[in-house]
């Protein structure tokens, strides 16, 4: 967010990121998306203006990605055209085990592994 927004990023503000994708993320909860940088500004002050596509991936039972559905939170990016696509891909299965064998849906490893995501 703070990259195409604040002024000391400013040599940024021109680069583009052609796909963002986001795993196990939690900015759909409303706390969180209170918390982002610039969630208090106006109108297209709030959302970033640097990424072009935007891919959501979320596994089931990822106990912080409760509201896994980014682009029903997010929908005024594409409404002011400041974003070409949300996509939310299905929700994926990761079987990610630590060593003492207990599952970690939202581990990064799992996500990773998955061919959804690689």
Known sequence: WKFSRMSEYKDLWEKKISLWMTLGNPLGEPAVKKSLYDSNEPNDGMYPTNIINWIN??????????????KDDFHQMLER?????????????????DEKGKCNPHKLYGYLNHPAVS
């Open 81 to 97: 055209n400041l974003i070409r696509s949300i996509i939310d891909e299905p929700e994926i299965y990761t079987f990610w085990v």
């Open 57 to 70: 991936i979320r596994a089931v039972d990822d106990f912080v990605a409760h509201d896994g559905d980014i």
